[in-house]
């Protein structure tokens, strides 16, 4: 759930300064008189009050757009702010920006400031404190937004503690959490030089589908945490950006309601588990319902790696810690341990249900990924579940490294068998890693932290990543997807892990409650 300030309807608005000059309607003849003790009262960022010459002006909307940022004139919130006005503008700027704000004359502002130096002090003090809560208060536009970790370091302000922690963890010590992207850190480019880049194109098929960009948006639980619509602003999103979006088998909507909100060409992709043996038996009637019903449903990604739930320690923690503070949203999210745990043999019968391929989403060795092309499945997504489920699993692209090479020995095309990888990715680069190795990745946590700014967001991290895979594309020296190969890549030092002190491990510990 997002903090109540959300509501101060601050996204989108904001970065529009000079329309806010132009709303400003009130005029100079509607003034009183103001005491001292009243202008006092008017000094938090969500009523703010200043004195500038003897006028006292209501700068509470003025304040977030200020381009000298809010904490320079919060410093001046219910007092006199006519030196630290001047000393910085044109007096003109009082009639141009704040005609309409004013509320009225002051005439007994204290002449002298008697203020003892602990009084200081406390002032200081409450000044950190208002700015503080102005940096939550107003996040960065749309427009200041520079990469997918902006957004992460947005949404840590922003949510609460629970679903922040929900979001954000992975099970146990976070080993494979971390991995993901330091192995993605591990493998570098090889560029070529001087290649004919004229007909350049990000456009890529899909399991036959044409979508506007190599990668796709993954599934989650409890996307209408972050905004109320979750998957459906995901969707729309994804539709917006002509990619594919996973919806998932415990979404807060059920998929046919998501089918029919979609666009026609959306593609999407189902997620799906089986929690018990009911499931497992209901499985093909369920698959040939969508098939029938649900064109754009293009696929169906089956979870492998379910036979427990990862214990995520650190959010069961905070949720002890916030024990008394009912999050009904949250409980029932993680899900019970299931009831039926699939086998190979199970998979017969089902995948022969349906024309749809069905991907083994959660296969992490070569031997599974070898078996499952041979069985004729159509592909397999390797993942971790973004390190939720096994602490200590390899890191998703190192696991990709080595199936890629098992499928090139064993001559197995992407047109038979597609693979997929998701886990730790965020650049462009990332992208064009996994797609190196002959995989299509799709995006996790990214996705969601970019929901905090509702669909927008979800569209402005979908075209970052478009533009830095298409610049890096064209640094690399290729025109286009398709002739992405691994002789793009040094892989020389991706399984190298040297021991580093793990500071990002100590940062992560969250102490036990009530232990002295
Ligand atoms: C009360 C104390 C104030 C302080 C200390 C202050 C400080 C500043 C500073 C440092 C900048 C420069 C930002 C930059 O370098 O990009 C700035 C910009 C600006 N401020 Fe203020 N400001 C104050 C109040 C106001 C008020 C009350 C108004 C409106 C009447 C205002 C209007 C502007 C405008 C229009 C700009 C952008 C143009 C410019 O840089 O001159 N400021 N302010
Ligand atoms: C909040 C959250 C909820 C998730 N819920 C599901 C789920 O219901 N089913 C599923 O298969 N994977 C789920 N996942 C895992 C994602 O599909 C994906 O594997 C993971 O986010 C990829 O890792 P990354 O976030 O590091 O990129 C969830 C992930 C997160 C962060």
């Given at each position: 759930m997002i903090r109540e300030f959300r509501s101060v309807g601050?996204?989108?608005?904001?970065?529009?300064?000079w329309s806010w000059k132009l709303r400003q309607t009130l005029s100079s003849d509607q003034k009183r008189v103001v005491s001292f003790e009243e202008l006092q009262t008017h000094n938090k960022p969500d009523d703010c009050w200043i004195a500038i010459n003897q006028k006292v002006y209501d700068v509470t909307e003025f304040i977030k757009t200020h381009p000298g940022g809010v904490a320079r004139i919060l410093r001046y919130a219910g007092n006199d702010a006519t030196k630290g006005f001047h000393s910085m503008h044109h007096p003109q700027y009082?009639?141009?920006?704040?005609?309409?704000?004013?509320?009225?004359?002051?005439?007994?502002?204290?002449?002298?400031?008697?203020?003892?130096?602990?009084?200081?002090?406390?002032?200081?003090?409450?000044?950190?404190?208002?700015?503080e809560q102005v940096v939550k208060l107003i996040p960065p536009t749309l427009s200041q937004i520079f990469s997918l970790s902006d957004f992460e370091v947005v949404a840590k302000n922003v949510l609460s503690p629970a679903t922040?922690?929900?979001?954000?963890?992975g099970a146990d010590d976070e080993f494979t959490l971390r991995e993901n992207r330091y192995a993605l850190g591990r493998i570098f480019f090889r560029p070529r030089c001087l290649?004919?880049?004229?007909?350049?194109?990000?456009?890529?098929?899909?399991?036959?589908?044409?979508?506007?960009?190599?990668?796709?948006?993954?599934?989650?639980?409890g996307s209408n945490l972050i905004q109320p619509e979750g998957e459906k602003i995901l969707a729309r999103a994804a539709a917006e950006e002509k990619i594919a979006y996973m919806a998932p088998k415990r979404g807060s909507v059920s998929l046919e309601q998501l089918h029919a909100e979609t666009a026609h060409g959306q593609v999407l992709f189902y997620q799906h588990e089986f929690e018990s043996a009911e499931e497992l038996r209901e499985a093909p009637?369920?698959?040939?319902?969508?098939?029938?019903?649900?064109?754009?449903?293009?696929?169906?990604?089956?979870?492998?790696?379910?036979?427990?739930?990862?214990?995520?320690?650190?959010?069961y923690k905070v949720r002890e810690m916030e024990a008394g503070k009912t999050n009904a949203n949250l409980a029932g999210l993680l899900g019970s341990e299931p009831e039926y745990v699939a086998t190979w043999q199970d998979f017969e019968t089902i995948r022969k249900s349906t024309n749809l391929p069905i991907i083994l989403k959660g296969l992490q060795r070569k031997e599974d990924i070898l078996k499952a092309a041979e069985l004729g499945f159509r592909g397999a997504l390797i993942s971790n579940?973004?390190?939720?489920?096994?602490?200590?699993?390899?890191?998703?692209?190192?696991?990709?490294?080595?199936?890629?090479?098992?499928?090139?020995?064993?001559?197995?095309?992407?047109?038979?068998?597609?693979?997929?990888?998701?886990?730790?990715?965020?650049?462009?680069?990332?992208?064009?890693?996994?797609?190196?190795?002959?995989?299509?990745?799709?995006?996790?946590?990214?996705?969601?932290?970019?929901?905090?700014?509702?669909?927008?967001?979800?569209?402005?991290?979908?075209?970052?990543?478009?533009?830095?895979?298409?610049?890096?594309?064209?640094l690399l020296g290729a025109g286009n997807v398709s002739c992405l190969d691994d002789s793009y890549l040094d892989l020389s030092s991706l399984t190298v892990k040297?021991?580093?002190?793990?500071?990002?491990?100590?940062?992560n510990y969250t102490p036990m409650v009530n232990v002295i």
């Open positions: 601050f996204f989108g608005a904001a970065s529009v300064f009082l009639e141009t920006f704040l005609d309409g704000s004013l509320v009225g004359e002051i005439n007994d502002l204290p002449t002298k400031k008697k203020k003892t130096s602990t009084r200081k002090k406390q002032k200081l003090i409450e000044i950190e404190e208002q700015e922040l922690v929900y979001v954000s963890s290649t004919d880049i004229s007909n350049f194109s990000i456009e890529t098929d899909i399991l036959g589908v044409r979508t506007a960009a190599p990668f796709f948006i993954s599934s989650f639980t009637k369920l698959f040939k319902h969508i098939e029938a019903t649900m064109p754009q449903v293009k696929a169906i990604f089956v979870n492998v790696d379910t036979a427990a739930r990862g214990h995520r320690e650190k959010e579940s973004g390190g939720r489920q096994l602490d200590f699993s390899k890191p998703a692209i190192e696991t990709l490294a080595e199936v890629h090479e098992a499928l090139k020995e064993k001559k197995i095309e992407r047109n038979q068998f597609q693979l997929f990888v998701e886990g730790g990715f965020s650049r462009g680069s990332d992208v064009i890693k996994a797609l190196c190795l002959g995989a299509i990745p799709a995006i996790g946590r990214p996705m969601l932290y970019s929901e905090v700014y509702g669909q927008k967001g979800v569209e402005k991290a979908s075209q970052l990543l478009k533009e830095e895979i298409t610049r890096d594309m064209k040297l021991w580093v002190p793990d500071f990002q491990y100590e940062r």
